[in-house]
């Protein structure tokens, strides 16, 4: 069975090599598949329920599919109904590979990282 988690890293300014400056700053990492999609959904309402800037690393994702691109555009829609910006880092290529043949690429909020 596949996982994924979704863990908030130290505050800006705590750490080496910060993304972004500013903000609350989350790592995804694990499998994004159909098997934990459902889960992250309900951790991204909890992520997004906060003010600010939020930053979401995506390095340590090493498998997704288009179910783990569908809950990144769901957090994306979620965080500007909210009015929260968004940045994502690290994108896996498989993704990167889904978005621009579904022509999503533009929709996704990628940092210049």
Do not use: K, Q
Not at 7 to 16: D, I, K, N, V, Y
Not at 70 to 81: K, P, S, T, Y
């Amino acid at each position: 069975m596949s996982t994924a988690r979704l863990l908030s890293l130290a505050p800006p300014g705590e750490r080496s090599g910060d993304p972004g400056g500013g903000g609350e700053h989350l790592a995804l990492e694990g499998v994004l598949d159909f098997g934990t999609v459902c889960a992250l959904l309900r951790d991204g309402e909890r992520m997004l329920a906060g003010s600010g800037p939020l930053a979401i690393d995506l390095a340590g994702v090493h498998e997704a599919n288009s179910a783990g691109l569908a809950v990144l555009l769901e957090w994306i829609d979620l965080a500007m109904r909210r009015g929260r910006p968004l940045r994502l880092y690290n994108l896996p290529e498989s993704l990167v590979h889904l978005a621009e043949l579904a022509n999503l690429g533009p929709l996704l909020p990628l940092a210049d990282a």
